[in-house]
């Protein structure tokens, strides 16, 4: 509900030009980070079908531990100045994007051969 909550500011920060800026740094971002998963994993265990809903979940928390990850000093510095790390960080990323849309196909499979 938060993330939903907050998709308006972040639409506004990159469509509309203004003097308006959040910038969170530090522990402030990865406070805000972990307050974000921990709403992200309350909502998903109040879920009936939590099966559905696991790869998700699994993505939004990757992205949140790698986010992280990358605002570590000494982590950070190797995942966004180093090329290898930025290859590590680039196929992560991807990986996470596809896992959702592999299960849903695995399910849809899965349902069609009971069928």
């Known amino acids: 509900m938060i993330i939903i909550l907050t998709i308006p500011i972040f639409l506004i ?64 510095h190797y995942l966004i100045n180093n090329s290898t790390g930025k290859i590590y960080l680039v196929v992560t990323i991807i990986a996470l994007c596809y896992l959702p849309w592999l299960t849903s196909v695995l399910f849809k499979y899965k349902k069609n051969k009971k069928s």
Do not use: C, H
């Open 13 to 76: 920060m990159i469509f509309v030009r203004t003097s308006f800026q959040l910038k969170l740094q530090g522990i402030l971002g990865i406070s805000v980070i972990i307050l974000l998963i921990l709403s992200e994993l309350i909502w998903y265990f109040r879920q009936k079908d939590r099966k559905l809903w696991f790869f998700l979940n699994f993505s939004f928390i990757g992205f949140g531990v790698l986010d992280i990850l990358a605002r570590l000093p000494k982590l950070g």
